[in-house]
Each structure stands twice: as structure tokens, then as C-alpha cells.
């Protein structure tokens, strides 16, 4: 696979970093280079633009960004690219998250932003969806898929005499 980052992951905070670790962590499993920044779509908007808007010519295909409260970052990235752009509700407020997905999921049309669920499932979860992204182009990227998701499915423990519908 290309030692080039094909995923972006970013957050606003560096105190995200922990929960966006996950993802970084499912991507490593796949085998899929990557790179991780902090950025904030209010303190630095400038920084979040050129990011966004330079990420396919620096070879990224995906975009994943963890954001909490008001949860901007996704939205303006997807405003500023035409790549994927993956969201990961963050946890930081009283409403634990909620605010965050709620504002991550009501993109206006023609600006999609996928969203995970909230914290560190929805991290690892936005690792597995740009590896399926990326499989659609990349037939090592597919091949991982399955040996990951085979592994997945392996660990699974089936009741005594349960025989699958044929």
C-alpha cells in the first residue's frame, strides 16, 4: 500500500486526540498510511481552508474530522474539498455529543458529510468506512477489508448445533 497518507484525520482540539487515536489505530490495521492534525474551524478557518482545499493534491482520498459542541471542522472541510469527508461527533459538552451529531448530520445538500456515531465507537467506525472507501479504487485496500472484517466474523461463537440457513 502507498506509504503517502491517502486519510486525513483532524479534530479541533488537541484534547480529541485520544478518542481520534481509534481511528488512526483501525487505519494502521489495514495498513493504510495516514496523518493526523489540529485544527480549528473557528480559531484558525485560514488553516482549515488550505488544508481542505490542498488535501487531493497531496494525495489524501479521505477526510475524517473529530469535532465537539458547535462541531464545525467536517462541515467546513466538506465546504472546501470535493473528497469524502467522514465525521466524528465528539463528546464535550453537557449533552454529551448530541450537539455534536446533530450538527455534523444536518449538512446542507450538495455538502455531505458522513457521520459515525459519537466518541471513540464512531472513531473507529470512520476508520473502517474510509478503508471501504478507499477499497472501491485500491484492490490491496479491498483485500484488507476482508481479512479484516474475516477476522471480525471469526471471532464470533455460534450456540452448539446452530447449523446457517443454506
Do not use: W
Request: proline share 8%.
Amino acid at each position: 500500500m502507498s506509504s503517502s497518507p491517502l486519510v486525513g484525520i483532524v479534530m479541533g482540539s488537541e484534547s480529541d486526540l485520544p478518542i481520534m487515536q481509534r481511528c488512526a489505530e483501525v487505519l494502521d490495521e489495514y495498513g493504510i498510511a495516514h496523518e493526523v492534525g489540529v485544527m480549528s474551524a473557528h480559531r484558525a478557518p485560514e488553516v482549515v481552508r488550505d488544508y481542505a482545499r490542498s488535501a487531493r493534491e497531496r494525495g489524501l482520498r479521505v477526510l475524517v474530522a473529530g469535532a465537539g459542541a458547535a462541531a464545525h471542522l467536517p462541515g467546513v472541510l466538506a465546504s472546501q474539498t470535493s473528497l469524502p469527508v467522514i465525521g466524528v461527533p465528539l463528546a464535550g459538552t453537557p449533552l454529551a455529543g448530541f450537539d455534536a451529531l446533530l450538527a455534523i448530520v444536518q449538512m446542507p445538500p450538495g455538502v455531505p458529510v458522513a457521520t459515525v456515531a459519537v466518541g471513540e465507537m464512531g472513531a473507529r467506525n470512520a476508520g473502517h468506512l474510509a478503508a471501504q472507501m478507499l477499497a472501491l479504487a485500491d484492490p490491496q485496500v479491498a483485500a484488507a477489508v476482508e481479512r479484516v472484517r474475516g477476522a471480525m466474523a471469526a471471532k464470533s461463537r455460534l450456540p452448539e448445533g446452530f447449523t446457517p440457513a443454506p
